[in-house]
């Protein structure tokens, strides 16, 4: 495994974890993403928070997390972001067989 991040100062942009796998044409990466972004209302009321898993070289989304909405609040976002995350990490059968189809 290999982590990572994306800084500007003291602000993440995105964290990573690639884990590396064979050499082998029958996998597919697959990627699970959890997004933040702003509810695109103009000024900043909440975040949208997204999450789905893709194929990596296909870019097939295998399954996608209905957008969560988190007040104007650092803590309450971080809230919405771990239980997305959650909700992904339930999924990880799906993971599993997105790498071998």
Same mark, same amino acid.
């Given at each position: 495994?290999? !982590?990572?991040?994306?800084?500007?100062?003291?602000? %993440?942009?995105? %964290?990573?974890?690639?884990?590396?796998?064979?050499?082998?044409?029958?996998?597919?990466?697959?990627?699970?993403?959890? %997004?933040?972004?702003?509810?695109?209302?103009?000024?900043?009321? %909440?975040?949208? =928070?997204?999450?789905?898993?893709?194929?990596?070289?296909?870019?097939?989304?295998?399954?996608?997390?209905? !957008?969560?909405?988190? !007040?104007?609040?650092?803590?309450?976002?971080?809230? =919405? =972001?771990?239980?997305?995350?959650?909700?992904?990490?339930?999924?990880?059968?799906? =993971?599993?067989?997105?790498?071998?189809?």
């Amino acid at each position: 495994m290999c !982590p990572g991040s994306n800084r500007v100062g003291d602000t %993440s942009l995105f %964290s990573y974890r690639a884990y590396l796998a064979a050499k082998c044409e029958e996998i597919d990466p697959v990627v699970v993403v959890v %997004s933040v972004s702003f509810d695109g209302r103009g000024e900043i009321e %909440s975040y949208l =928070v997204r999450g789905d898993i893709a194929g990596e070289a296909l870019g097939d989304v295998l399954s996608e997390i209905e !957008p969560w909405e988190a !007040p104007k609040n650092w803590a309450a976002m971080q809230d =919405v =972001v771990r239980d997305v995350a959650i909700a992904l990490a339930g999924k990880a059968e799906m =993971v599993v067989s997105g790498v071998y189809d």
